[in-house]
């Protein structure tokens, strides 16, 4: 399984992955991550993870490699076979976010990297319909490409009866994409308490900052709050 990040990262891909993985372990099949970078730090520093990928994968001799993100550029370039999973595309990335000198600097690259993962893939997965809409268009993908949706673990995920004040919850570790400002003022029109769980803040009696949270404790913050507030600007697994 090869992301970006370490698996332990709050990121959807790799709650996505690390889950992945859980579930073939569950089923007596050996299965273990790869990843890029601990941090992002700079684009060097990046470059030089990814190319450093294909050596990792090579040491543990593996069956089927599955790539998620550009994490799996690296492996498109080597001529190996991988399965790949769009979670998202890079262009609807950029076009959603507002432009910064930086967006501008790597759009290009990212966006060219993408591209030669989802056409050089022996098989290719979305999370969506909709994300298989846009890399079927943006990246004149003609091959089959097949929809596995996210699940969801009933046995950790489930509604819970709650007493006292009305909450709502934000998660999020991008508060830009996910709007977390807009969430933030919707919560005090409305005279709701909010929690923000994912990114670091300063609390006040409307707004409540948990930081980054571990993925094992979601289940219990999300069965704190009555109502989820998630005014992104751009999701591939739309609800």
């Given at each position: 399984?090869?992301?970006?990040?370490?698996?332990?990262?709050?990121?959807?891909?790799?709650?996505?992955a690390r889950n992945i993985?859980?579930?073939?372990?569950?089923?007596?099949?050996?299965?273990?991550?790869?990843?890029?970078?601990?941090?992002?730090?700079?684009?060097?520093?990046?470059?030089?993870?990814?190319?450093?990928?294909?050596?990792?994968?090579?040491?543990?001799?593996?069956?089927?490699?599955?790539?998620?993100?550009?994490?799996?550029?690296?492996?498109?370039?080597?001529?190996?076979?991988?399965?790949?999973?769009?979670?998202?595309?890079?262009?609807?990335?950029?076009?959603?976010?507002?432009?910064?000198?930086?967006?501008?600097?790597?759009?290009?690259?990212?966006?060219?990297?993408?591209?030669?993962?989802?056409?050089?893939?022996?098989?290719?997965?979305?999370?969506?319909?909709?994300?298989?809409?846009?890399?079927?268009?943006?990246?004149?993908?003609?091959?089959?490409?097949?929809?596995?949706?996210?699940?969801?673990?009933?046995?950790?995920?489930?509604?819970?009866?709650?007493?006292?004040?009305?909450?709502?919850?934000?998660?999020?570790?991008?508060?830009?994409?996910?709007g977390l400002d807009l969430?933030?003022?919707?919560?005090?029109?409305?005279?709701?308490?909010?929690?923000?769980?994912?990114?670091?803040?300063?609390?006040?009696?409307?707004?409540?900052?948990?930081?980054?949270?571990?993925?094992?404790?979601?289940?219990?913050?999300?069965?704190?709050?009555?109502?989820?507030?998630?005014?992104?600007?751009?999701?591939?697994?739309?609800?």
């Amino acid at each position: 399984m090869v992301t970006t990040s370490p698996l332990s990262a709050a990121g959807g891909v790799e709650n996505v992955a690390r889950n992945i993985i859980k579930q073939l372990r569950i089923r007596g099949i050996d299965a273990f991550g790869v990843h890029a970078y601990e941090r992002y730090s700079n684009p060097v520093k990046s470059v030089l993870g990814f190319r450093g990928i294909p050596r990792i994968v090579d040491e543990h001799k593996p069956d089927i490699v599955h790539t998620h993100d550009n994490a799996g550029y690296w492996i498109a370039k080597s001529g190996r076979d991988f399965v790949h999973t769009s979670h998202g595309t890079w262009i609807n990335y950029f076009d959603s976010m507002p432009s910064t000198a930086r967006d501008r600097i790597v759009k290009r690259p990212v966006i060219s990297m993408e591209k030669k993962i989802v056409n050089e893939a022996a098989k290719n997965t979305a999370v969506s319909f909709f994300v298989r809409a846009s890399v079927r268009k943006q990246y004149k993908i003609h091959k089959a490409i097949e929809v596995v949706h996210n699940g969801v673990d009933t046995g950790k995920f489930f509604p819970a009866d709650r007493k006292g004040e009305p909450a709502a919850l934000w998660v999020g570790t991008n508060p830009v994409l996910k709007g977390l400002d807009l969430a933030i003022s919707a919560a005090r029109l409305a005279k709701i308490k909010l929690v923000v769980a994912g990114v670091d803040g300063k609390s006040d009696k409307d707004v409540r900052f948990l930081g980054k949270v571990k993925p094992e404790n979601m289940p219990a913050i999300y069965r704190s709050a009555d109502l989820l507030v998630f005014p992104s600007l751009y999701e591939s697994y739309p609800i």
